[in-house]
């Protein structure tokens, strides 16, 4: 079992920046690929940024150039660095953790509001 417990969501006005932070426990050794998506009113889930172990990122294209994901393996913590955020940006934002053998975990979310 791994517990996922994100942070930093909030308000923010459109050009700002956010850093969203999600701490693992419990089987930590498993855990390949962490990382981040998003879900907006009425729309499905859509990546953000992913990260494995080794350090290689993969970004959806709305993220590249704005968003850095990066990942602390000592402390067991996936950070989102978001800036120059857009009103289109508002959702909520989930960590994820994938383990081996797979299986995905999900934390709780937390908003991100962009305001115009």
């Known amino acids: 079992q791994v517990q996922l417990v994100e942070s930093g969501g909030g308000l923010v006005q459109a050009g700002g920046s956010l850093r969203l932070s999600c701490a693992a426990s419990g089987s930590i050794g498993s855990i390949n690929l962490m990382g981040w998506y998003r879900q907006a009113p009425g729309k499905q889930r859509e990546l953000v940024a992913t990260?494995?172990?080794?350090?290689?990122?993969n970004y959806a294209d709305s993220a590249k150039g704005r968003f850095t994901i990066s990942r602390d393996n000592a402390r067991n913590t996936v950070y989102l660095q978001m800036n120059n955020l857009k009103p289109e940006d508002t959702a909520v934002y989930y960590c994820?953790?994938?383990?081996?053998?797979?299986?995905?975990?999900w934390g709780q979310g937390t908003q991100v509001t962009v305001s115009s």
């Open positions: 994820l953790a994938d383990t081996m053998p797979w299986y995905r975990y």
């Open positions: 990260i494995n172990r080794g350090g290689s990122t």
